[in-house]
T-cell receptor, first 113, second 114 residues
Framework: DQQVKQNSPSLSVQEGRISILNCDYT??????FLWYKKYPAEGPTFLIS?????DKNEDGRFTVFLNKSAKHLSLHIVPSQPGDSAVYFC????????????FGTGTSLTVIP | DAGITQSPRHKVTETGTPVTLRCHQT?????MYWYRQDPGHGLRLIHY???????DKGEVSDGYSVSRSKTEDFLLTLESATSSQTSVYFC?????????????FGSGTRLTVV
């Protein structure tokens, strides 16, 4: 049973425009959420995180929004660059999951020059 | 780059044979993790370690065992490989249980069981 879901397997965006990647979760006890970026033949790289006490966290071109009532988070990339083309995973953990993060299935982002 | 190395990078093995994957870190981080990545499932935790000789099971631990005899090495063993264990395996490390900072992942091992 997938506790973290990324329903869009792929997304294409023009360079300079906004990329919005979405993630839904089912466990109301999740209180930390992370986004990872993965290039082919490499391991995932930590991108940005947010705790449940916030609804927004920003780091340069990357902003993560959290809507706890909807159990939904999103990653905004503005402006999108060709180097952002990668697979993006969201991950979540909570006090009742111990040290375990649950990952979504990933969204492959292609930024078109 | 954090010093985390996985070996081998690629392996093809036959059903029923034992296989050991190695994760080596030079960061002296306390916590180490083994994940597998499969289409339609994302990354799933197999086992993790919170210190030398201290390990625990993750979400998909059946058919796998781990050992950590030194801080820097975390071994994942498939006792008798099956085709369902064909996957990409990632090792990750973290210095603490601070869940805000995320993990550092290795480059992965692609395992094919034929």
């Amino acid at each position: 049973d997938q506790q973290v879901k990324q329903n869009s397997p792929s997304l294409s965006v023009q360079e300079g425009r906004i990329s919005i990647l979405n993630c839904d979760y089912t466990n109301s006890m999740f209180d930390y959420f992370l986004w990872y970026k993965k290039y082919p033949a490499e391991g995932p790289t930590f991108l940005i995180s947010i705790s449940s006490i916030k609804d927004k966290n920003e780091d340069g071109r990357f902003t993560v929004f959290l809507n706890k009532s909807a159990k939904h988070l999103s990653l905004h990339i503005v402006p999108s660059q060709p180097g952002d083309s990668a697979v993006y995973f969201c991950a979540a953990s909570g006090m009742n999951t111990g040290n375990q993060f649950y990952f979504g299935t990933g969204t492959s982002l292609t930024v078109i020059p | 780059d954090a010093g985390i190395t996985q070996s081998p990078r690629h392996k093809v093995t036959e059903t029923g044979t034992p296989v050991t994957l190695r994760c080596h870190q030079t960061e002296n981080h306390r916590y180490m993790y083994w994940y597998r990545q499969d289409p339609g499932h994302g990354l799933r935790l197999i086992h993790y370690s919170y210190g030398v000789k201290d390990t625990d099971k993750g979400e998909v631990s059946d058919g796998y065992s781990v050992s950590r005899s030194k801080t820097e090495d975390f071994l994942l063993t498939l006792e008798s490989a099956t085709s369902s264990q064909t996957s990409v395996y990632f090792c990750a490390i973290s210095e603490s249980l601070d869940r805000v900072s995320g993990y550092t992942f290795g480059s992965g091992t692609r395992l094919t069981v034929v």
